[in-house]
Structures are given as structure tokens and as C-alpha cells.
Nanobody
Framework: VQLQASGGGSVQAGGSLRLSCAAS????????MGWFRQAPGKEREFVAT????????RYADSVKGRFTISTDNAKNTVSLQLNSLKPEDTAVYYC????????????????WGQGTQVTVSS
């Protein structure tokens, strides 16, 4: 299984970015796909997750209403739309895949992408 994240960049506060994660190596029915982020000097934290089969989503409170996670089954891609960005959203964002049920814990995810940098200036 390979996960390839892309789409990071630098924006001003209030701006938007769209992150993509191309998944390959197997079919992902029955998987949950997640986005996590790690800011400098901080632990990696949960951002959002989505069921590949049912479309069920969950978000961290800090991003609810601003970020949207989605899947494109035809392209085997998971996306994260980041709107109304704040300086505190600055971090390296990672996509991950988990066999099984919904989880907010990074230790439950089996596969990880390489990360993409998001920088938000004030």
C-alpha cells in the first residue's frame, strides 16, 4: 500500500488549500482514511477521517466547519479541503489508512503517506 500526499503550500490567513492523497496497492473498501497533522514542537494530532465505503466522516473540533474530507473512488484519492485557514493550522499534514472501524488515534492506522507542508501566515 502506498499513500502519496500533495497539495500543501503557503497561504495567508483566511485562505484555502486542497490536499490530496493518492492511494494505491489494494482496494480500500472497509478502510477508514484519515488526515493528521504535526506542528513544530507538538505531537501529531487527528484532523479528520472518512469511511471509504460508507462516507461517514469525523473532524477534530479545531477544524470542524472549516475543513472537509472526501473521497473520489474512481481516482482512489482522499482529499482535504482547508478553508478559512488560521496560522495555528500551520503543520505537516499526513494522510493515513486504517483497516477496520473509525478511530481518532494515530496508532490505529496501518499505512502512512510522507506528509505535505501547510504554512499559514498572519
Amino acid at each position: 500500500v502506498q499513500l502519496q500526499a500533495s497539495g500543501g503550500g503557503s497561504v495567508q490567513a483566511g485562505g484555502s488549500l486542497r490536499l490530496s492523497c493518492a492511494a494505491s496497492g489494494r482496494t480500500f473498501g472497509g478502510y477508514y482514511m484519515g488526515w493528521f497533522r504535526q506542528a513544530p514542537g507538538k505531537e501529531r494530532e487527528f484532523v479528520a477521517t472518512i469511511s471509504w465505503s460508507s462516507g461517514t466522516t469525523r473532524y477534530a473540533d479545531s477544524v470542524k466547519g472549516r475543513f472537509t474530507i472526501s473521497t473520489d473512488n474512481a481516482k482512489n484519492t482522499v482529499s482535504l479541503q482547508l478553508n478559512s485557514l488560521k496560522p495555528e493550522d500551520t503543520a505537516v499534514y499526513y494522510c493515513a489508512a486504517r483497516r477496520g472501524g473509525l478511530s481518532y488515534f494515530q496508532g490505529d492506522y496501518n499505512y502512512w503517506g510522507q506528509g505535505t507542508q501547510v504554512t499559514v501566515s498572519s
